[in-house]
């Protein structure tokens, strides 16, 4: 295969350029720790390993040039990262349930550096981010998403920029189902929360000379940290079984 002929040259950039955006971000390779040349690299090996698969489902667009690859270009490029962020939206429910459980449990002042994305973070949600994110390629959810890119382009051919509400309406969707998994992954602590605060509540008002605040913070960080080391195996598997039905809906699976 000659890719300096014109017309493979221009359905390659084409494919590259949806499959690139995936790529970079897709959990586990999308991440700043990560070299972005690794990340390049990868990418435009996927990109070649796909192609022929691919290239019969571009339609006319192979061959095209000008203002017209200029407009397929970046139409590919803002639906790799319309899909792309849809599934960010869904790991970030790690994160969101790490706030959570932070706050349920004492520990919202123990921030420290996100090494996937940057920026302070809770603990607890980096701690759930990494453990996800090995989870996932532990369980081969990664080739999950690799076959989802290639099936992408028969759910959207490439055709030109996609409908701002048919992109606003994924994301959104996606947004919602990544908080109502963040909620179901920190549900136990969140029932926790509404229980100690009511017997520390009742407590107070039983016992008005006692201390209840030098009480309150050891006591439910401890049974916080307990019920995080019981609880953490059913969480991940919730969240990977999301996940492997998200990225399922996009193989047809």
């Known amino acids: 295969m ?17 499959i690139g955006t995936l790529i970079m971000l897709m959990p586990g390779i999308g991440e700043q720790t990560v070299p972005p040349r690794l990340r390049l690299a990868f990418a435009l090996l996927t990109a070649l390993v796909l192609f022929p698969t691919v290239r019969p ?41 790490g706030v959570i459980i932070a706050a349920q449990v004492g520990l919202s002042y123990a921030m420290t550096v996100d090494p996937n994305q940057g920026g302070q973070q809770v603990a607890i949600g980096n701690f759930l981010s990494l453990l996800g994110i090995t989870l996932i390629f532990a369980a081969d959810l990664h080739h999950l998403a690799i076959e989802g890119v290639a099936r992408s382009y028969e759910v959207l051919p490439p055709d030109g920029v996609p409908s701002f509400s048919d992109a606003l309406m994924l994301a959104t969707k996606a947004l919602a189902r990544g908080f109502t998994l963040a909620v179901q992954i920190s549900g136990p602590f969140i029932a926790f929360g509404i229980l100690f605060n009511l ?23 401890l049974i916080g940290m307990l019920l995080l080391m019981g609880c953490l195996g059913v969480m991940m598997g919730v969240f990977l079984d999301d996940l492997g039905r998200y990225l399922g809906d996009y193989v047809g699976r």
């Not at 000659?2 to 949806?18: D, E, H, K, M, V």
């Not at 397929?72 to 899909?83: D, K, M, R, S, W």
């Not at 009742?202 to 960080?221: K, Y």
């Open 57 to 97: 489902l571009l339609g006319g667009t192979e061959g095209v040039a000008g203002p017209r690859l200029i407009g397929l270009l970046f139409g590919e490029t803002i639906i790799g990262l319309v899909l792309g962020l849809t599934v960010r939206m869904i790991l970030a429910a790690l994160q969101t349930a």
């Open 199 to 221: 017997g520390l509540g009742v407590l107070s008002r039983l016992m008005p000379q006692l201390q209840v605040f030098f009480l309150a913070v050891p006591a439910s960080v």
């Open 2 to 18: 000659n890719l300096l002929l014109p017309g493979i040259a221009s359905a390659y950039l084409i494919t590259f350029a949806r």
